[in-house]
């Protein structure tokens, strides 16, 4: 059977969106099976339309299934990618994981490989800390980290943060596609490794 990841993301203008479809795309090249979700858009209706980009972003991505705690049940890992707000994941994110109370009970999320990405408007925006924090999420379901380190060497040419790959707002370069790639498919490796 084929490694089931789930690549749950939540995107405002459009960047964490490329980094999930991109993720998406390596995991399925590695042989896994996925589902790509996005996190329900919790922001007043009127904030999101207020913002041409953030309503326009919205209507991209409308096809896409909102998650769903089914999605975490049914893989073997989760490749996570939401942008960092005031040096912590979006409230998007936050919300979903406030649901994930009865799998984490029953022990549904333990054992399941993680990894993590995200962006913020400039490098030092919090980037590490809110990867970190959904590491720190992950301990509590039990699940397995799996960051990319510098084990390539990609991660010396795409600014070095060794937790997860980070980036400022918009399209992903090849430098961060080639990034996102190795970290998808080093998830895939680790959640099979799990799965024997």
């Known amino acids: 059977m084929p ?14 969106h490329g980094v999930a479809l991109e993720a998406a795309r390596a995991a399925e090249a590695a042989g896994a099976e996925v589902r790509v979700r996005r996190c ?10 207020g913002q041409d980009a953030w309503r326009e972003q919205l209507e991209r991505m409308k096809d896409i299934p909102e998650v769903s705690l089914d999605d975490m049940e049914w893989a073997d890992g989760y490749f996570i990618s939401v942008p960092t707000r005031f040096g912590v994941p ?4 936050r919300a979903f994981v ?18 993590a990405t995200t962006s913020a408007q400039n490098p030092h925006g919090g980037q590490e800390t809110t990867i970190q924090s959904i590491y720190v999420t992950a301990m509590h379901w ?31 370069d090849e430098t961060g596609k080639k990034s996102v790639a190795f970290q998808a498919q080093r998830l895939v490796k680790y959640a099979e490794k799990l799965m024997r």
């Open 3 to 16: 490694t089931k990841i789930t690549v749950l993301f939540y995107s405002t203008y459009g960047t964490n």
């Open 40 to 49: 329900r858009e919790t922001a007043p209706a009127e904030v999101v339309n």
């Open 90 to 93: 979006a409230s998007q994110f």
């Open 98 to 115: 406030d649901t994930l109370g009865p799998l984490w009970q029953s022990g549904a999320l333990a054992n399941k490989a993680v990894t």
């Open 142 to 172: 039990g699940a397995v980290i799996v960051p990319p380190g510098y084990s390539d060497p990609i991660k010396f040419e795409d600014g070095g943060n060794p937790y997860g790959y980070s980036c400022t707002p918009g399209l992903l």
